[in-house]
């Protein structure tokens, strides 16, 4: 055997670098580019672009009044649209989002009434309902492995049966009974379905909570662990458990934060139509998501924000209201959806596309 | 098993807590059944403060077990497993890495789409405030990664980036980086070089040399001989679940090393055997000395010792 290789001790101190060397391989990009590479800064031009659009074309939409309904419209989409982005983040669907909507209405509604009891106690059994169905889909699927696109699909139509029966069965109608006379309807009222005096214009209580919530989730998101974990377990499962991640409490949670929107916006039906029918909310779940990807969250997780979906769900309102007040066929309405959608899958794809580039 | 020579790093170890000799991990005639199939058997194994194990194999000789029994993943079904010289049975991963067992997957590092410093401080993510605004310390995370990093001799320009935009061996050094920073004293590497070219490796074997300058003790999996004599204090072979060889650097020389590795025993018998069948020319087949020769380089270790390590596994079947 010859000794030709290097026999010594390896050679180990990597070069100390001072602190202010670069690798000097990266360069930066011009700010506008960047901002435009940024998902929800397309979808703000997006919505924008809706804006002026309809503007134009609707003299009508112009006064403050209308601009309300605009906002309310997005406000009622957009509060469960957040949830449902977050949940998209971490990885996961849910489909059963709309219907599980009204079942919290139904709930409340029905336990108020059919007992005589203060709407409050309704409207509290809504709420842990909404979070044990949240809680049950996130099991479902951290336990089973199963895609959450099928385990909730499974309760979308459980739950959507189980409205219409249980509802038939208790009431004898599609719809619940009137409870607006009932101990509490008023004070509750206030919180999920007033409206409120801003320079003569009428504006809902739900656009406040919207924005409010909207605040909170990018707090969370980007400032918080949990948050942190949302974007980990989205982005790689595997990588997150290795690194002690608790995966299972994120993306159950995730779920039950999604059972929470839906129960802010059932309670806010109830209080403000005084009666929930039973056969609504199908359909709502995939504007909800269609709203979380026009706003730039990854369908496959990983990436996304909260501001994106408020400009999502804004898009989504103004083009709903904006077709009426230009006195077109509403019809038109999700052909504009299905393109606005398109597009920002594009987007979202050449955004990814680039972010991993080498 | 125990090899004093203090050739390679400087052993600063007398502090380390451990048993008499101050191995970090020791593995005794340990191995694992799964069922009916004896997947490791009777591996000797010590890992001792600021010293590179390295451990070598072809496919399927042992080494995942064997790491996994390490990490926590699995359980060894015999002999012993020893933590700073007290025997242990994990069932977790988690309650390695509290042991201070870290261990760097070659594709579970990271997640791809979130920035370098997130993905450093994943999981052990530092905040600042009380309960209801307890928020994330980004200012002091950012600093402290990139510090840990250029400690590592890792210079990135912008930690905002995702990992994802990095080369595998820089997000395999992330990875190094992290679990030095998190308080590992044994670091496992999988594989770290399996995936990257020659330049990367280097960057990889440069951070494990940094590791282990730091004192900590590493088991560096690998089937490249040529980049574990590059680091290594000390060489354990697998062989079909068995150790085939354990020998300090100063026992072995790279050539026996890649012989092992190449299964060049294996094939000198099987040329023996084959010299005996009538009708087959031994003159034309090339010389142990031949199949076993160093490479010129270290960067085209695989085409040398993947053809012979072939003919050898056909030889045995």
């Not at chain 1, 077709?323 to 990814?352: E, H, R, S, T």
């Amino acid at each position: 055997m010859s000794m030709t290789q290097q026999a010594g001790p390896a050679v180990g101190t990597p070069p100390a670098p001072g602190p202010r060397e670069k690798d000097g391989r990266t360069t930066r990009r011009p700010l506008a580019l960047r901002l435009l590479g940024r998902p929800e800064v397309g979808v703000f031009l997006g919505a924008v672009a809706v804006l002026v659009f309809f503007l134009i074309a609707a003299p009508t939409l112009r006064q403050g009044s209308s601009m309300a309904t605009v906002l309310y419209q997005s406000s009622t989409i957009g509060i469960m649209a957040l949830p449902v982005a977050l949940l998209m983040i971490g990885g996961e669907f849910d489909l059963s989002a709309g219907v599980a909507v009204i079942t919290s209405a139904l709930t409340a509604s029905m336990l108020s009434f059919q007992l005589t009891v203060n709407v409050w106690t309704g409207v509290l059994v809504a709420l842990l309902l909404s979070l044990a169905i949240g809680w049950f889909n996130g099991w479902m699927v951290v336990r089973t492995g199963l895609p959450s696109f099928l385990v909730t699909l499974g309760t979308f139509l459980i739950l959507q049966g189980v409205n219409l029966a249980v509802t038939k069965l208790v009431t004898g109608n599609v719809a619940t009974d009137d409870i607006s006379d009932m101990d509490g309807f008023d004070q509750a009222r206030k919180v999920f379905a007033s409206s409120f005096d801003v320079g003569g214009v009428q504006v809902k209580i739900t656009v406040v909570w919207w924005l409010v919530f909207a605040a909170l989730a990018t707090w969370v998101l980007l400032r918080t662990k949990y948050g942190n974990w949302i974007f980990a377990v989205g982005g790689n499962k595997d990588s997150a458990r290795a690194v002690g991640v608790p995966v299972t409490f994120t993306k159950i949670t995730l779920f039950m934060t999604v059972g929470f929107g839906a129960w802010f916006i059932g309670m806010h039906n109830l209080f403000s139509f005084n009666t929930v029918q039973s056969g609504e909310g199908v359909g709502q779940e995939l504007i909800y998501i269609a709203a979380a990807v026009i706003g730039g969250c990854l369908l496959t997780g990983g990436a996304g924000s909260a501001i994106g979906p408020v400009f999502g769900a804004f898009m989504f309102g103004m083009v709903n209201q904006g077709i009426v007040f230009a006195g077109w066929n509403p019809d038109w309405f999700k052909a504009f959806l299905g393109v606005m959608l398109l597009g920002a899958v594009l987007i979202n794809l050449w955004v990814q596309r680039t972010a991993t580039r080498r | 098993m125990t090899n004093d020579d203090t050739h390679g790093a400087i052993l600063a170890d007398d502090s380390v807590p451990g048993s008499a000799d101050g191995a970090l991990v020791e593995l005794r005639g340990a191995g694992k059944s799964y069922g009916n199939i004896r997947a490791l058997h009777g591996v000797d194994l010590t890992v001792h403060p600021g010293r590179v194990t390295c451990v070598l194999g072809d496919n399927g000789a042992g080494k995942s077990t064997l790491i996994k029994i390490v990490s926590g993943l699995h359980q060894h079904t015999e002999g012993e497993f020893l933590v700073d010289g007290e025997p242990v049975r994990f069932s977790t991963p988690r309650e390695a890495l509290d042991r201070g067992i870290a261990t760097v997957y070659q594709d579970l590092a990271t997640v791809p789409l979130m920035p370098v410093w997130r993905n450093f401080f994943l999981g052990s993510e530092m905040t600042k405030g009380p309960w209801p605004v307890r928020r994330l310390d980004i200012a002091r995370m950012k600093r402290t990664a990139d510090e840990e990093l250029r400690n590592m001799g890792i210079v990135l320009d912008d930690l905002d980036q995702p990992i994802g935009t990095l080369s595998g061996g820089q997000r395999q050094s992330v990875a190094i980086a992290r679990a030095v920073y998190f308080g590992a004293r044994v670091l496992i590497l999988d594989e770290p070089t399996a995936a990257l070219g020659v330049k990367q490796s280097g960057v990889v074997l440069k951070y494990i040399a940094a590791a282990r300058d730091r004192g900590l003790g590493v088991i560096f999996i690998t089937h490249n001989p040529h980049h574990a004599y590059m680091v290594g204090d000390h060489f354990s072979v697998l062989r079909l679940g068995t150790l085939e060889l354990s020998a300090a650097r100063s026992d072995v020389s790279l050539e026996e090393l890649t012989n092992h590795m190449a299964g060049g025993a294996e094939l000198a018998a099987l040329k023996h055997e084959l010299a005996q069948v009538r009708g087959v020319d031994t003159e034309g087949l090339p010389e142990e000395a031949d199949l076993t020769a160093p490479t010129a380089t270290p960067s085209a270790p695989k085409a040398t010792t993947a053809a012979p390590t072939a003919t050898g596994s056909e030889g045995t079947a």
